[in-house]
């Protein structure tokens, strides 16, 4: 690693923990410390994180509430316009917009276009597929999918400063600070 | 190749089973089940069981047979089954039927349990959703063959045509389509989004290229940010919140396509809760039936343990409790409708030329499984395996007995006939047996079949109840 590199080509510093509970302090207190650009690495969901690193905007229920309405009137609009409009029969006197009937489809299609919303959706605003980020420089991240736990705060941080970011860091965790390039 | 086998040799704890009270062995860490799990698709040929190249052989043979079947069906027609008038819904349906029960137990465990914060989900969710999957699989396979030309399948979809046809929106049969469809696709949907954080987890285990490119394209390069795990347990939640009303409307749907009808024998309200008890029950009956030789060839009696064979037999029990409710619900209500025709199905159905099948169901599906009760039976392994196969027998044959006896007496004697299923019928039936084992055996060898980071969050769930789980991960 060059100076230059350092510099320039910052993402950011990782700071490694043991357990999820050391994350999980270390993140309180690298927010309380003012900075908010920042991500947690993590083998398994852990509880509270989220708020932690000052995530709050999960839209995801959001989608999938309005793919499941799309999806709602979808399926009832479509066996509406088949057997009122397009091809309008009469079968044994029954009325023309029997809904009742309508009901399975258009469920089955509700539950079709939310589920189709909340998978999609969610990697789409998590920005995956994204084969390529700058955390996967570090070596020792290969962990992070198996016994490890990351706080990364990030070069764009306003308050963010190479060395006194890393002084910071090294307080919170009895690992090396990595410097993570892009 | 020394770097591959030297990860495959990190030491693990031993493979024991830690008996009915306990969701993992002892002495596992983030690590070790991490190893335990991921190992088994990472690991060399001669190092796979050799039961498991058995079982696959056995499977693909009978694949073979489905593919002649389906050779011979296309090109002669669906004449060469037993399917005639006044039977007109022969094994194709009975088969159908079956096979969607048995996706259902997937579905429940994955999304059901979930909500009901079972812990004994977890290590066979991803099994079970396989399963389902695989199952679903099979079930599409019979509607289509029984069209007579499947290539024309797609008329079962309302679609634009020159024609300017559309399908009929009040029959159950195209709500069946739909129902079927749905249920594919949010299964797929469930156990691909499963899998993504698990496949992140191969990647990073990887040491050949072909399979780090692999894995990281199959995990989509998931990097484990707390923000992305937000949305996605968000997102889970929500799939499992939605695919519960699925999973009982599907075999509802199911049910219609009978009770819709106004022939006796089919024409009930009790049809869609009771198939769907039957449902979980057979498709229960079916988990255990995989996942007990699977736990024991490749030794992971620590991961899947008694609890959850046990817990596994505790709901096969109470979903039989149901299922025997509507059968005798069915008997007391054509009796008590004092509707001739009614009461002739109910007598004919115990009696009649198919008599011997009803004997052969009540027995399978309602007298032996109450050995459940004991505790005993349900903590023998032997045991619990050969009442999870009678029990799937004795679903099929509830299938067999509602489909086929109920059309073989029509409202007029001189319309009375029999079904006799000849040997193409046969062949499709155990050719799918072959198409779903093939498919199982495949995913549990190369994929990894427990979700490795749901027993990351067991592991640590233990932890914090001070269970006989080591302290921390090791170095």
């Not at chain 1, 290969?142 to 910071?168: G, I, K």
């Not at chain 2, 983030?30 to 990472?42: E, H, L, S």
């Not at chain 2, 004795?394 to 040997?423: A, C, K, N, Q």
Request: charged share 15%; glycine share 8%; aromatic share 16%.
């Amino acid at each position: 690693m060059s100076a230059i590199q350092k510099t320039t080509r910052l993402h950011g510093l990782m700071a490694e923990f043991k357990t999820p509970e050391d994350l999980l302090a270390a993140a309180h207190k690298t927010y309380a410390a003012g900075y908010r650009d920042m991500d947690a690495y993590t083998p398994i969901p852990v509880e509270g994180l989220g708020d932690a690193i000052g995530f709050k905007k999960n839209y995801v229920s959001l989608a999938v509430l309005l793919g499941g309405l799309t999806g709602c009137s979808g399926g009832f609009g479509l066996l509406y316009w088949i057997s009122t409009i397009a091809y309008a029969h009469n079968v044994a006197g029954r009325p023309m917009n029997s809904w009742v009937m309508y009901i399975p489809v258009t469920f089955e299609c509700t539950v079709l276009l939310a589920a189709l919303t909340a998978v999609f959706g969610m990697f789409a605003m998590n920005g995956l597929p994204q084969p390529y980020h700058p955390v996967f420089n570090v070596p020792e991240f290969a962990r992070a999918t198996r016994d490890r736990f990351f706080l990364c705060v990030e070069a764009t941080d306003p308050q963010f400063d190479a060395e006194r970011t890393r002084e910071f860091l090294r307080e919170l965790s009895s690992f090396e600070v990595a410097e993570v390039e892009n | 190749m020394k770097t591959e086998d030297e990860l495959l040799d990190r030491p693990l704890p031993p493979s024991i089973d830690p008996g009915p009270d306990s969701v993992l062995g002892p002495g596992h860490n983030f690590g070790t089940v991490t190893d335990k799990i991921a190992n088994i698709p990472f690991s060399p040929l001669r190092k796979t069981p050799k039961q498991w190249f058995f079982a696959l052989a056995a499977g693909f043979v009978l694949l073979q047979l489905l593919l002649v079947a389906a050779t011979y069906l296309f090109y002669k027609g669906i004449g060469i089954w037993g399917v005639d008038i006044p039977v007109g819904w022969g094994f194709a349906i009975v088969n159908f039927v079956w096979w969607i029960g048995i996706g259902h137990a997937g579905t429940l465990i994955s999304a059901i349990l979930l909500l009901l914060k079972q812990d004994w989900r977890t290590s066979i969710n991803r099994f079970s959703e396989a399963m389902t999957l695989f199952a679903v699989a099979c079930a599409g396979l019979f509607p289509v063959l029984h069209t007579g030309r499947p290539w024309l399948a797609y008329w079962l979809l309302p679609y634009p045509n020159s024609m300017w046809l559309w399908p009929q929106p009040r029959s159950p049969l195209l709500w069946d389509v739909f129902a079927v469809s749905t249920y594919a696709t949010v299964s797929v949907l469930f156990w691909l989004t499963g899998l993504v954080p698990d496949f992140a987890v191969m990647r990073d285990k990887a040491v050949n290229r072909w399979q780090q490119v692999l894995f990281g394209i199959l995990s989509l390069g998931w990097r484990g940010s707390a923000k992305h795990w937000e949305r996605y347990q968000m997102a889970y939640l929500l799939l499992a919140g939605l695919s519960t009303p699925l999973v009982l409307s599907v075999h509802t749907v199911v049910s219609f396509d009978f009770a819709i009808s106004i022939l006796p024998g089919w024409h009930t309200t009790i049809f869609p809760p009771y198939f769907v008890a039957g449902a979980v029950y057979s498709g229960f009956a079916m988990v255990l039936t995989l996942a007990i030789p699977t736990r024991k060839w490749f030794h992971l009696e620590d991961i899947i343990t008694l609890r959850h064979l046990e817990s596994a037999s505790k709901v096969m029990l109470g979903t039989g409790l149901i299922v025997a409710y509507g059968y005798s619900m069915e008997a007391f209500i054509s009796w008590y409708s004092g509707n001739t025709y009614e009461r002739f199905m109910y007598w004919n159905r115990m009696t009649g030329p198919y008599g011997f099948f009803y004997g052969m169901l009540i027995l399978c599906n309602i007298a032996i499984p109450q050995l459940l009760w004991s505790q005993k039976v349900r903590r023998s392994i032997p045991a619990l395996f050969i009442i999870s196969l009678v029990v799937n027998m004795g679903m099929w044959l509830e299938r067999f007995v509602i489909v086929v006896v109920s059309l073989h007496r029509d409202f007029l004697p001189s319309s009375w006939g029999m079904y006799y299923p000849t040997v193409w019928d046969w062949a499709t039936f155990v050719g799918t047996l072959g198409l779903f084992t093939t498919l199982m055996w495949l995913f549990v060898r190369f994929v990894p079949m427990i979700a490795i980071f749901e027993v990351r969050e067991v592991v640590h769930h233990l932890e914090h109840q001070k269970l006989e789980v080591s302290p921390s991960a090791g170095d």
